[in-house]
């Protein structure tokens, strides 16, 4: 993809949202809502932020958001709801307009800072919330298992195990760290198809 040619992303950001369709023309991204059409040009925008957001149904979502120079903020995600039980993964889609963006906020603005995951507070709240819910959980499970109320016992074990997979991938995906161009870290984008 070259600097001149024009590439779109579409995705339904909400449930019951309408449609939005991200253009890349050249140096300004343009955002159409159907409603309303914006330009912003690449060199304005001052951070670029990807991090892993599961959502309700989806354990595999990612978000790409970024801010204007203005403090304005936008962002995209690989995820095209159709209804709030029904959503389509649009990982490839999203993985080449991503990697094509970043490069072309990078060339348009060399001081564009770029970071994978959540801010360090956040990182570190989910972190330490996992870990202690985790242990919390297991510990009340085994007493109620010792002192006899094993349907207590195995209704916390059914919710233990993918309580601790989803924190751990918050936190295995989301850790801080800044980026470039060249490195966008595979944690925040989805997996490629094999």
Same mark, same amino acid.
Request: glycine residues 6%; contains cysteine; proline residues 5%.
């Given at each position: +993809? ?7 992303? *579409? $995705? ?28 912003? %040009?690449?060199?304005?925008? %001052? @951070?670029?932020? +990807?991090?892993?957001? !599961? ?6 979502? =990612?978000?790409? &958001? +970024?801010? $204007? ?16 039980? $029904? @959503? ?8 080449? =307009?991503? /990697? ?7 060339? /348009?603005?060399? *001081?564009?800072?770029?970071? /994978?995951?959540?801010?360090? !507070? ?14 919390? #959980?297991?510990? #009340?499970?085994?007493?109620? /298992?010792?002192?006899? %109320? ?12 993918? =309580? &601790?997979? #989803? ?10 760290? =800044?980026?470039?161009? %060249?490195?966008? !870290?595979? *944690? ?7």
């Amino acid at each position: +993809m070259t600097q001149d040619e024009t590439w779109s992303y *579409r $995705h339904r950001p909400r449930p019951f949202g309408g449609e939005v369709c991200f253009r890349l023309e050249g140096d300004t991204l343009v955002i159409d809502t159907g409603r309303k059409v914006e330009n912003w %040009a690449l060199r304005d925008i %001052a @951070v670029v932020r +990807m991090t892993y957001e !599961p959502k309700s149904v989806v354990w595999q979502g =990612f978000r790409l &958001a +970024m801010t $204007h120079q203005n403090g304005r903020n936008l962002s995209l995600t690989n995820l095209d709801w159709k209804s709030y039980v $029904h @959503v389509d993964r649009k990982d490839a889609d999203y993985r080449r =307009f991503a /990697a094509d963006l970043v490069t072309r906020i990078e060339a /348009a603005n060399p *001081r564009a800072v770029c970071i /994978a995951g959540k801010t360090a !507070p956040l990182y570190y709240a989910t972190l330490l919330l996992g870990a202690s819910t985790t242990v919390l #959980m297991s510990v #009340m499970a085994i007493l109620a /298992a010792l002192n006899g %109320a094993v349907a207590y016992a195995a209704l916390a074990g059914l919710f233990i195990l993918p =309580f &601790a997979q #989803m924190s751990w991938a918050l936190t295995r995906r989301n850790k801080p760290e =800044f980026f470039s161009k %060249a490195g966008i !870290p595979a *944690r925040v984008l989805p997996d490629q198809a094999i």
